[in-house]
């Protein structure tokens, strides 16, 4: 009973690392800009949020909505003037100008709030559970979490499949240089990309704030977590992400279930497994692309 | 009325000086083709009229507006549509989609349904991924495509390039239904009899110069072909 437990708890777990995942996941897809900047912008709207809590005593719920817009804008700005800059001089300058801007984030954090670590309240809401037997407990946030990550998803899906903007970006990413032939402004797509993908990752940022402590440099251990899904699940799959998140938090919570040290390590070991051997994720889509 | 004016037009791909000196006026409606041989600078010529490419000396006018600075989505907006050479599809979107993401919302006599219709092999494989068409099935999708915005020009590079003879005439039935909706039509086509039939005059480029230009019927054959091979210094074009 106690593994079932730990199947579900899992499961849950794993809506949290899709989100992390499926912004990271539009970036690459789009721009193909492996942004490792992504989890210290999660970290560093949790202490966006903080600091609205404490300003202006609001829930973090209502602070989220405050930053979810913010985090659009910081990315739609931070595509149009850093990123497609160093797009224009090959595929490594982006990496690099991600790398730095992540040094630069936990830095201004590190200086502002010191490292203290810091935790959000998720209010009645994080430690009410719903008991099933006597054994299984589901924490509701956690749930709540999951059912958010799976409405994120889908609303991407549908965004892609079925809007205008959407299917622009998919024919971006498929062939940017022709996208310009028949009328797409490439970069204004790309800009919207990554204000999608900045407000996902700060609204996973925030969860994970919520339901664990956070400090200035905890954005690179949910960077991993987040490449870890996106490759597990296969690149350039959204449905893919979710089934990577829930593979890496079933794979954590059954190994902390036997014991605990294991279980980051854990989730290491089976994203390395599945890079071995199945390099092209659960979900390939390589079919599609080719 | 001139609808597309080029002047002085150079192109230089790094050391390679594709397009020298050229100028161009067309008029609105027309239907010209650029032909000569390969390396002649006829795509370069084409990309630069539609924004694509290394960026040109000379100036390019549509309908009087300097749009030589424009970007390539924005020379949309104002009606210029290029149909790429290797027809340059979005493999993993539908033929549907494909069309619908150039749909630019300008006026015109184009949509899904007119495209449909004038290209009739396209209807069957709406729904198919264009990454999984047969060529004449990619030509036409990306005719369309190009359609789609209701360009005021059309410019079309290499359209029969890898396909049977009977696609090529499908493919040139549905466009003379273009070129009845008075869409001005610039045309790569490497088929010298096609493009003269096709055409309402001809230019001929070699080496990036345009060497021949005139009325495709008051042109015969030989004269065109004659500059196709002849050194830009003996027809006089050259320097």
């Known amino acids: ?290 | 009325m001139t609808l597309l004016q080029i002047e002085d037009l150079n192109v230089r791909h790094g050391l390679l000086h594709a397009v020298r000196d050229v100028t161009l006026k067309i008029d609105a409606g027309e239907t010209i083709a650029l032909v000569g041989a390969n390396g002649g600078g006829k795509s370069t010529l084409l990309r630069a009229i539609a924004g694509a490419g290394p960026p040109p000396d000379g100036r390019i006018f549509l309908d009087g507006d300097d749009v030589t600075s424009t970007e390539a989505y924005g020379r949309v907006k104002l009606g210029i549509s290029l149909v790429p050479e290797g027809r340059r599809l979005f493999p993993s979107l539908t033929v549907e989609e494909n069309l619908m993401v150039a749909d630019d919302r300008r006026e015109g006599p184009w949509n899904m349904a007119t495209v449909l219709e004038a290209f009739p092999i396209l209807a069957e494989v709406r729904g198919r991924k264009a990454g999984n068409l047969s060529g004449g099935e990619q030509q036409a999708t990306a005719i369309g495509r190009g359609l789609m915005s209701n360009p005021r020009v059309l410019l079309l590079d290499e359209v029969s390039l890898g396909l049977a003879p009977k696609v090529v005439d499908m493919l040139y039935a549905s466009l003379q239904q273009v070129i009845q909706t008075g869409t001005t039509i610039v045309l790569v086509e490497q088929e010298l009899d096609r493009a003269m039939s096709t055409a309402s005059r001809v230019v001929c480029m070699l080496e990036g110069l345009v060497v021949l230009e005139g009325e495709s019927r008051s042109l015969a054959r030989d004269q065109v072909t004659d500059a196709f091979f002849s050194l830009p210094s003996q027809s006089g074009a050259g320097r």
């Not at chain 1, 009973?1 to 789009?30: D, H, K, P, R, W």
């Not at chain 1, 630069?104 to 502002?112: A, G, K, N, R, T």
């Not at chain 1, 996973?204 to 251990?221: D, H, K, Y």
């Open chain 1, 1 to 290: 009973m106690e593994y079932v437990n730990a199947i579900i708890q899992g499961i849950l777990l794993g809506g949290l690392y899709a989100l992390f995942g499926c912004g990271l996941s539009l970036m690459f897809g789009v721009m193909r800009i492996a942004n490792l900047a992504h989890g210290d912008l999660a970290v560093l709207a949790a202490y966006m949020i903080s600091v609205l809590v404490s300003a202006l005593a609001i829930s973090s719920y209502v602070a989220l909505l405050i930053v979810l817009p913010l985090a659009a804008v910081v990315g739609w700005l931070l595509q149009r003037f850093i990123l497609d800059r160093s797009l224009k001089s090959g595929e490594l300058a982006p990496l690099l100008v991600t790398f730095g801007l992540a040094i630069v984030i936990q830095s201004m954090l590190l200086e502002i709030f010191s490292a203290n670590t810091k935790s959000l309240s998720a209010g009645s809401l994080g430690t009410a559970s719903w008991k099933i037997g006597t054994q299984i407990s589901i924490p509701v946030f956690t749930l709540m979490v999951f059912v958010v990550a799976i409405l994120v998803i889908s609303g991407l899906q549908l965004f892609l499949s079925r809007a205008r903007t959407g299917r622009a970006m998919r024919a971006t990413a498929d062939d940017a240089d022709t996208a310009g032939l028949v009328g797409i402004d490439a970069r204004a797509i790309y800009a919207k990309a990554t204000a999608i993908a900045v407000a996902t990752a700060a609204l996973a940022g925030t969860f994970f704030a919520m339901r664990s402590t956070f400090e200035p440099s905890s954005g690179p251990t949910q960077l991993i977590f987040a490449f870890e899904v996106v490759v597990i699940g296969g690149l350039g799959s959204l449905w893919g992400t979710l089934i990577g998140g829930i593979v890496l938090g079933v794979t954590q919570t059954v190994a902390g279930q036997i014991d605990p040290s294991y279980s980051i390590l854990a989730g290491h070991f089976m994203f390395l497994l599945i890079l071995a051997f199945r390099p092209q994720g659960i979900i390939s889509t390589q079919a599609a692309r080719a």
